[in-house]
């Protein structure tokens, strides 16, 4: 077989259709592996979107028991604290951290599998989970101490929204190294490094793509948050505890199924970032050389015929 193509050189793409093409690439691809994507959201986000609704918004006051009717709370104590888990924060921090990368990593692989055709499997899926969890960990050191800031003494909304806009700044520079570490292999700075180069270009896609999924996101635990520090009253029997129920069950699986998308789109848009620097040809040809059945005259022509990126529905 021949040697692969040299890369092809940098493309041009405006950032609103770089963003269309990269969304709609993520519905087909979640689309055509509906039931690996949902079991892994099972086995991984759901426990995540649980904590992480368990917890109070920072944005809203903590809610008072009515003192007109008797009412009890899902966990006990009935009059709970600000955090019900009875768990210090960082620790928990720390679970929510160690989780989401951990479902990243998952995901990432299915969709550099899925991106390409190959077979999804989800027991290779959640093997590779380890070795990608590392990298991913060592990967995120440098931006470490935004989340150390709502542990600071400062207003509780405050010191929500500032490690949110660090993020936000980060975000057109950094925002795809996690798929860079998955997808490479790599760790440290080489995925940092990565991010800046193949988003050249392409900024405001990531940062938009960024901004609609952490506001998803945000808007979801402000409506949703806080489930566990519910009170319903006692009386009312199961009408009285239904809207809590009704209201735990929808912010979980609206919040897991966001958190999915925001995943497979960031590999997505790492794919087609490295699609408009022209280093998706070589892999292209190597992934699919072995269907091409070369004839006594083919000698002589090249075998690359044409390499194909669709960045448009």
């Known amino acids: 077989m021949d040697t692969p193509p040299p890369s092809l050189p940098p493309s041009t793409l405006l950032w609103p259709d770089l963003l269309a093409g990269a969304a709609s690439s993520t519905r087909r691809l ?29 944005f809203l006051p903590a809610s008072a028991s009515s003192p007109a009717a008797p009412s009890v709370s899902l966990w006990y104590p009935p009059d709970p604290p600000r955090n019900p888990l009875h768990i210090p924060l960082p620790l928990l921090a720390l679970a929510a951290a160690l989780l989401y990368l951990a479902a990243f990593a998952a995901a990432a692989a299915s969709a550099h599998a899925g991106f390409f055709g190959r077979p999804v499997r989800l027991l290779a899926s959640l093997r590779s989970v380890p070795a990608s969890l590392l990298r991913l960990v060592i990967t995120a050191i440098p931006a470490s101490p935004l989340a150390l800031l709502p542990l600071l003494p400062l207003p509780a909304a405050l010191g929500a929204a500032l490690p949110v806009l660090g993020f936000v700044l980060l975000s057109p520079f950094w925002s795809i190294a996690g798929a860079a570490a998955v997808v490479e292999s790599a760790t440290g700075l080489t995925p940092l490094r990565r ?67 925001g995943m497979v789109t960031n590999v997505v848009l790492y794919m087609h970032c490295r699609a408009m620097h022209g280093e998706l040809a070589g892999e292209i040809y190597n992934e699919f050389a072995n269907m091409y059945v070369f004839l006594p005259f083919d000698d002589g022509k090249d075998s690359h015929v044409v390499s194909v990126v669709t960045m448009w529905p």
């Not at 592996?33 to 918004?57: D, K, N």
């Not at 988003?199 to 940062?207: E, H, Q, V, W």
């Not at 009312?236 to 199924?257: D, E, I, N, Q």
């Open 30 to 58: 979640v689309a055509a592996h509906s039931c690996h994507f949902l079991a892994l959201s099972s086995l991984l986000l759901l426990p995540l979107a649980l904590l992480l609704l368990a917890l109070p918004c920072p």
């Open 195 to 261: 991010s800046c180069r193949l988003l050249s270009g392409a900024r405001l896609a990531a940062l938009s793509s960024f901004l609609v999924f952490a506001a998803g996101i945000g808007v979801t635990l402000c409506g949703f948050g806080g489930v566990a520090a519910k009170t319903y009253d006692a009386g009312a029997g199961w009408t009285g505890m239904a809207p809590v129920v009704v209201k735990a069950v929808a912010g979980t699986a609206l919040l897991a199924v966001m958190m999915l998308y």
